[in-house]
């Protein structure tokens, strides 16, 4: 167990429609990450956020976008789905916003657009 | 811009086996590199990591070492083990970027 929770685990809807992915940092992290991970693209880095100021953007596609709340906890928000945003969303935390620090990953949110 | 290249999968071995998968990265400066491991149905997790030239990283059998004159963080192990199947990302970061760069990841499969 990382310490990183992710809800909901797994996700199904429609295209056209919005969701809000939910992640909970380690204790004491200050810095979170979103990955996506689908089949055909691997491990996408989309957007990192440091004390609740956005740090770092990736990969991240106009439709997403996300924020840190004073509590640390952060929130993706997907919007205008399409079939293709079904992949796995991973969340990630670290200590620091930068330097030699590992990240600690959630379980992941399965998303599933149909 | 910095980016990491494993071998590609899948690798089948047969339990006891040795085993390596290649990992070698492009970065300027001097990054940290990482092994993750994703098993079925989780997260990843960090299996060892380096943050200097020549450092061994190691853990549960697992090594690699750093070595800067190849850009190279090979993973190794000794005997694997059928609960040693699981997906395996090699990983960097640098001190001043914020987000991690992963490799497409190597599907390992270990039979009985």
């Known amino acids: 167990d990382s310490g990183v929770t992710q809800t909901p685990k797994h996700l199904i809807t429609a295209t056209g429609q919005r969701v809000t992915l939910r992640c909970s940092p380690r204790s004491g992290d200050l810095s979170v990450y979103w990955y996506q991970q689908s089949l055909d693209q691997g491990l996408q880095f989309l957007i990192q956020y440091y004390n609740g100021e956005e740090r770092a953007k990736g990969n991240i596609l106009e439709r997403f976008s996300a924020q840190q709340f004073p509590d640390l906890h952060s929130e993706l928000n997907l919007s205008s789905l399409e079939l293709g945003d079904s992949a796995l969303y991973f969340c990630?935390?670290?200590?620091?916003?930068?330097?030699?620090?590992?990240?600690?990953f959630g379980p992941g949110t399965r998303l599933t657009v149909l | 811009g910095d980016s990491v290249t494993q071998m590609e999968g899948p690798v089948t071995l047969s339990e006891e086996a040795f085993l390596t998968i290649n990992c070698t990265y492009t970065?300027?400066?001097?990054?940290?590199l990482f092994w993750y491991v994703q098993y079925p149905g989780e997260g990843l997790q960090l299996l060892l990591k380096?943050?200097?030239?020549?450092d061994k990283g190691s853990n549960k059998g697992f090594e690699a070492t750093y070595r800067k004159e190849t850009t190279s963080f090979h993973l190794e192990k000794g005997s694997v083990q059928v609960s040693d199947s699981a997906v395996y990302f090699c990983a960097l970061s640098r001190w001043n970027n914020n987000d991690m760069r992963f490799g497409a990841g190597t599907r390992l499969t270990v039979k009985p």
């Open positions: 970065a300027t400066g001097y990054p940290s």
């Open positions: 380096a943050t200097k030239a020549d």
């Open positions: 990630a935390s670290s200590t620091r916003g930068s330097g030699h620090n590992e990240q600690f």
